[in-house]
């Protein structure tokens, strides 16, 4: 049955984990995939989440089916988290939110409700460079994608005149997809004024937006803040969807636990219009999976709805954004220290937990092969695994290979 198969394409994020576990040289640094560490390179289990499983631990809790939609609490913490306390939106209820199987699994169901149901062009825009995933996603399903431009190489930085210019010629009614926050890859978003431009820019092109926001909180370390585009489009009238990830800013990976939410047109939007929007997405959900797995959502919504750890959540998120920022410098002046004379300070002003350090194909292919340092080809690092150790060493061979 399966001679005929080609070999597919691996994953250009996951295979750099598979040829680091492959290396045998005892100081390998692995940079690829962006998963947080320790300063002593230890996954890192949030204080907050370490908590709520203690409490769930407690309780005689059942493994019954959740409904479609998942689980209801965890939901509505989902969307205050995303949308703020005080949204227009949810007060008037304008709003479905559904739990999903991590960031990518929200994209994939908004893609594919899209795919189904929107009116419009089905093409969605997407920032270059991106998460590689986008593409795969949109193609899946069943929609094409289209690059808008979105960076400069040479300045290392955005290139916010191309992208408004790109978004000017894009056709009316079709889907553009944004970074909420923290640009994976390149770490630079839109100012406030730009993210206002931008809104205004969608509203008369007649673009429908996908907000995808993978790392709300984790990026500045103050979570209201780092939603701060979504809200601003959602006050300009724009009836978005976000998608949202609670892998990084919980740490919650393999739980695969995330959410999607639709806003509805507060003109038009009635009770019944969302339940027949709930009742085609309920359609899409159990073709896919049936209904969303529970342990991530108890996890979650323990963790917004209690207080005491909502607090520590918003500790331990600061702490993550503070180790970062703080690597960040500590890279840079270790790689004056050792001698590079190049200017690496874009590396200080992006967020998030990669660096796009602008080293090129050929460089990246030196530090792997001759220093076991492990990263993607774009030369994106995650910043997020570097620690005290090892920074000394790879600053040393990010020298060797860029001087
Ligand atoms: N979107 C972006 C931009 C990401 O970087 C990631 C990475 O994890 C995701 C979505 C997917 O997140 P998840 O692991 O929750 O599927
Ligand atoms: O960009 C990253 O490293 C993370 C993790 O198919 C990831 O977003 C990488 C590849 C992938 C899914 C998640």
Known sequence: WWSQIKAGAPDPIFSVTEAYRADANPQKVLLGVGAYRTDEGMPFILPCVQRAKDMLGEQKLDHEYLPQGGYSEFNRAAARLALGEESDVLKNGLNLTVQALGGT?????????????????????????TWNNHKNISLNSGMEWKFYKYYNPEQKGMNFCGMCEDIENIPEKSIILFHAIAHNPTGFDPSPDQWKRLSNLCMERNLFVFFDMAYQGFATGDAEKDASSVRQFIKDGHQVAV??????????????IGALTLVTNPLVASKEELERVNSQMKIVIRAMYSNPPLYGARVVSQVLNEQALRCQWLKDIKGMANRIQSVRQLLVA?????????????ICKQIGMFSFTGLNKEQVEKLTKEHSVYLTADGRISVASLGGKNIPYVARAIHEVSK
């Open 243 to 256: 998608a949202q990830s609670f892998s990084k800013n919980m740490g919650l990976y393999g739980e695969r």
């Open 334 to 346: 270790e790689l004056k220290k050792v001698g590079s004379e190049k200017n690496w300070e874009h």
């Open 105 to 129: 699994g929200a994209i994939r169901l908004g893609m594919t409700f899209l795919s189904r149901f929107h009116t419009g062009c089905k093409v969605v825009y997407i920032p270059n460079p």
